[in-house]
T-cell receptor, first 111, second 113 residues
Framework: KAGVTQTPRYLIKTRGQQVTLSCSPI?????VSWYQQTPGQGLQFLFE???????NKGNFPGRFSGRQFSNSRSEMNVSTLELGDSALYLC??????????FGPGTRLTVL | AQSVTQLDSHVSVSEGTPVLLRCNYS??????LFWYVQHPNKGLQLLLK??????LVKGINGFEAEFKKSETSFHLTKPSAHMSDAAEYFC???????????FGAGTRLFVKA
């Protein structure tokens, strides 16, 4: 069974740009959660999608958004990038929404 | 409200000696608890999870954790450390009611030869 895949693995952007990250969950998993990991703040929950609906959202500004498609693949978008958005973005998939299996992450650097 | 506290930011052990990584939690609901490991420049790997079944949970690579409701703890242990165990470990609390997931700040495990 293939694991969680995230693309791209590395990304460099400049301030003010926007970025879209993609996550393909494990086959059969309907829940996808997104997290931001930084040295200063640790791992923080962004949002969780289940069957194309956002079920829960963390404390991030509206510049962070996401969606989930009918095949359970999920994307997250960050608009008007700031230097502080530089982080490792992780997604996790599961059957039920409990924290499950993580992908390798996308390393975003904002210059 | 939920929270999770990992009591040690760093733990150093010698190879072959026991490992104890401490985690306390609070939760308004019956929690689900997890331990994850993250090796340098790698993603997170699930070690084990507690979801209201047996209180002693066995995971991969010889790790286990015991859910103690009276102490609100979920400490991670391993009888004998290997060099390959050197990594960062995260305790996680989640609840099925609100689907909120909170990660602890992490404990970095060093293993000396």
């Amino acid at each position: 069974k293939a694991g969680v895949t995230q693309t791209p693995r590395y990304l460099i952007k400049t301030r003010g740009q926007q970025v879209t990250l993609s996550c393909s969950p494990i086959s059969g998993h309907r829940s996808v959660s997104w997290y931001q990991q930084t040295p200063g703040q640790g791992l923080q929950f962004l949002f969780e999608y289940f069957s194309e609906t956002q079920r829960n959202k963390g404390n991030f500004p509206g510049r962070f958004s996401g969606r989930q498609f009918s095949n359970s693949r999920s994307e997250m978008n960050v608009s008007t990038l700031e230097l502080g958005d530089s982080a490792l973005y992780l997604c996790a998939s599961s059957h039920s929404g409990l924290t499950g299996f993580f992908g390798p992450g996308t390393r975003l650097t904002v210059l | 409200a939920q929270s999770v506290t990992q009591l040690d930011s760093h733990v150093s052990v010698s190879e072959g000696t026991p490992v104890l990584l401490r985690c306390n939690y609070s939760s308004s609901y019956s929690p689900s608890l997890f331990w994850y490991v993250q090796h340098p420049n790698k993603g997170l790997q699930l070690l084990l999870k507690y979801t209201s079944a047996a209180t002693l949970v066995k995971g991969i690579n010889g790790f286990e954790a015991e859910f103690k409701k009276s102490e609100t703890s979920f400490h991670l242990t391993k009888p004998s450390a290997h060099m390959s165990d050197a990594a960062e470990y995260f305790c996680v609390v989640s609840n099925t009611g609100g689907f909120k997931t909170i990660f602890g700040a992490g404990t970095r495990l060093f293993v000396k030869a």
